[in-house]
C-alpha cells in the first residue's frame, strides 16, 4: 500500500520495505538494519513542467532558498517547510570547460567538464548534504549531531551545526586527516575527539554513541543527507544548458555521492525531467578499493535488491583476519567499509556505471594537472581524472562523449600533498619553486633564461 504522507523514509532491501514517517529519526532500517531512501509521492508535490523552468529561480535570487544551489531545486527534495530549510549559501558552484586538459588526455577539447564543489561554503561537496541534513536536524529538533570523517564532513557538519546552534562532535582517526580540515572542524568550534583508529572504526563508534546518547547522526548514512548531494547532478545538467551528459565521474569513499547521483537520475527519468540517464564511472585509490573488488573481481551487484550479502561478509572477514587498513595519500577516500556500499551498487545498476581503482602516484600526477588548468582540488578529487585517463585508454569512454568529473574538494584542503608533490623536481608535472641568491641580476637573468 503506497504511504499516505508526501514523504517518507523506507528501506532499500525490496525484501523489507518498511516504511517510516519523515519525522522519525533512523540512519539505519529498525527492522532489518539496512539502508534507507527518502521516497516521495510525486503526485502530491508541484513540479516543474522541464528543468529549464529552474533557471526562473536566477532572477530571484534575493530569496536565501532560490540563491542556495541545493534549495532552489527544493522540489526535488521537498521534505521539509520553508522555515525550517537552512542555508548558508551552499551550491554555488559552477560547471567548468576544460578544453586545455581534455587536449592533454587525447579528448575533443569541448568534452571535458569540471564540476568544481570545492566552491562551497566549507570547502567541499559536503555542504550539498550538510544543508539538508540541518534541515531536517532542525525539523526534528535535534540538540546536538556528530559524524565520523576522514575531515571534510566534519569542517561541514561544524559549519552548519554552528548555523543552527546545536553541538557538533567530530570522530577521527589518528593522523588520518588532512591540517586543512581539521582547522576547519576546531576553528568552527567542533568537539574534536581522535579516536586511536581509522576512519573505519570512527565510523562504527559513531553510530553506537549517537544511538546511545541520542545525537543526530550526519554521515552519509542520513538518508535526508544525500538527498541534497542530488542536486550536484541538477547543477552538471543545468551547465550544459539542460542537457544529460555521457559520463559522469566522481571519486568513491563512503560511496554517499555516487548512490544520491544514481537516485537523482533514477527519479529525474520516472519524472519524465531527462530522457536518458549517463553512465557513472565511481573511482577507488588503489588502497581503498573495496567496492572495485567486490564489484570487478567478485562480481557483486545491486541484483534487483536481492545483493549477495556473503560476498560481502566474507569480503570483510578477510579484511579482518589480515588486520586490512586502508591507505593512501588520498586521505578523503581512505575507506574500507563504505557505509553506502549497496546503494551504490543500485546507481551503478541504474547508470550502467563502472568501477575502478588509481595508485596514489597517478592521482598525484592528475592532480597537479588540474591544478595547471587553474582549478585546485585536493587528491581524492583528482581520482576522477586518473580513473578518466584509464577509461579513454580501454575504449570505455569515448572521445567525443561529454564527460563531467565532480571535483569533490578544495586545494586548500591538503596543501602538504601539494607541496610535497610539487618540491620533488622529478615528478612528471611538478613545477617546484627556483632557488636564487639575493641578488637582483641573478633574479633576472633566473627569470630570462
Ligand atoms: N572526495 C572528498 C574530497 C571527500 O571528502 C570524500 C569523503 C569523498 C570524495 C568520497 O565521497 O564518501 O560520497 O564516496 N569524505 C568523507 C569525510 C568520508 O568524512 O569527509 P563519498
Known amino acids: 500500500m503506497a504511504h499516505k504522507d508526501q514523504v517518507f523514509q523506507k528501506c532499500i532491501n525490496p525484501q523489507c520495505g518498511s516504511e517510516f514517517d519523515s519525522h522519525q529519526v533512523f540512519f539505519k532500517c529498525p527492522a532489518c538494519g539496512d539502508l534507507l531512501d527518502i521516497k516521495y509521492n510525486w503526485d502530491s508535490i508541484e513540479l516543474p513542467k522541464k528543468l529549464s523552468d529552474f533557471s526562473n529561480r536566477w532572477a530571484t535570487r534575493s530569496n536565501r532558498l532560490d540563491f542556495s544551489g541545493v534549495w532552489r531545486f527544493r522540489e526535488l527534495l521537498n521534505f521539509c517547510d520553508d522555515e525550517h530549510k537552512v542555508s548558508v549559501g551552499e551550491g554555488q558552484t559552477l560547471l567548468q570547460s576544460a578544453c586545455g586538459l581534455a587536449a592533454d588526455l587525447g579528448m575533443n577539447p569541448d568534452c571535458l567538464f569540471l564540476q568544481y564543489e570545492g566552491m562551497n561554503p ?8 550538510m ?3 540541518f534541515s531536517h536536524a532542525k525539523m526534528v529538533g535535534a540538540a546536538a549531531s556528530a559524524c565520523a570523517s576522514t575531515g571534510n ?3 561541514s557538519m561544524a559549519l552548519y551545526a554552528h548555523s543552527i546552534g546545536v553541538k557538533a562532535t567530530v570522530f577521527i582517526g589518528e593522523g588520518k586527516i588532512a591540517f586543512g580540515k581539521l582547522s576547519q572542524a576546531m576553528d568552527y568550534g567542533g568537539h574534536t575527539i581522535q ?14 554513541v549517537c544511538t546511545e546518547l541520542n545525537i543526530y547522526l550526519v554521515n552519509s548514512l542520513n538518508p535526508f543527507r544525500l538527498e541534497g548531494q542530488k542536486t550536484i547532478m541538477l547543477r552538471i545538467i543545468e551547465g550544459l544548458g539542460w542537457e544529460v551528459p555521457d559520463w559522469i565521474i566522481v571519486p568513491g569513499g563512503n560511496l554517499g555521492n555516487s548512490s544520491a547521483f544514481g537516485k537523482a537520475f533514477a527519479e529525474l527519468k520516472e519524472l519524465g525531467l531527462i530522457d536518458r540517464v549517463p553512465r557513472l564511472a565511481v573511482i577507488n585509490a588503489s588502497g581503498a578499493n573495496t567496492l572495485t573488488e567486490l564489484v ?3 562480481g557483486l551487484r545491486w541484483n534487483g535488491g536481492d545483493v549477495d550479502q556473503q560476498i560481502i561478509d566474507s569480503y570483510y572477514a578477510n579484511l579482518d583476519a589480515a588486520n586490512y587498513r586502508a591507505d593512501t595519500i588520498a586521505s578523503a577516500i581512505e575507506i574500507s567499509r563504505p557505509v553506502n556500499l549497496k546503494k551504490c551498487l543500485r546507481a551503478l545498476d541504474v547508470c550502467n556505471g563502472v568501477v575502478l581503482d588509481v595508485p596514489d602516484e597517478e592521482i598525484l600526477d592528475a592532480k597537479a594537472q588540474i ?7 585536493e587528491p581524492a578529487s583528482a581520482a576522477t581524472i586518473a580513473g578518466l585517463k584509464h577509461l579513454l585508454a580501454d575504449g570505455t569512454v569515448d572521445k567525443d562523449a561529454r564527460v563531467a568529473c565532480v571535483l569533490t574538494g578544495h586545494l586548500l584542503k591538503d596543501p602538504d600533498a601539494t607541496v610535497n608533490y610539487h618540491s620533488k623536481a622529478a ?3 611538478s613545477n617546484p619553486p627556483v632557488q636564487v641568491d639575493n641578488d637582483l641580476q641573478k633574479i633576472i637573468a633566473l627569470i630570462k633564461s
Not at 195 to 206: E, H, N
Open 153 to 155: 564532513t566534519s569542517a
Open 122 to 129: 566549507s570547502g567541499s561537496f559536503k555542504d550539498n548534504g
Open 195 to 208: 579516536v586511536a583508529g581509522d576512519f573505519d572504526d570512527c565510523m562504527r563508534q559513531v553510530q553506537d
Open 427 to 429: 615528478r612528471e608535472f
Open 371 to 377: 591544478g595547471a588548468c587553474g582549478l585546485g582540488c
Open 131 to 133: 544543508t539538508a541534513a
Open 296 to 298: 570487478n573481481d567478485k
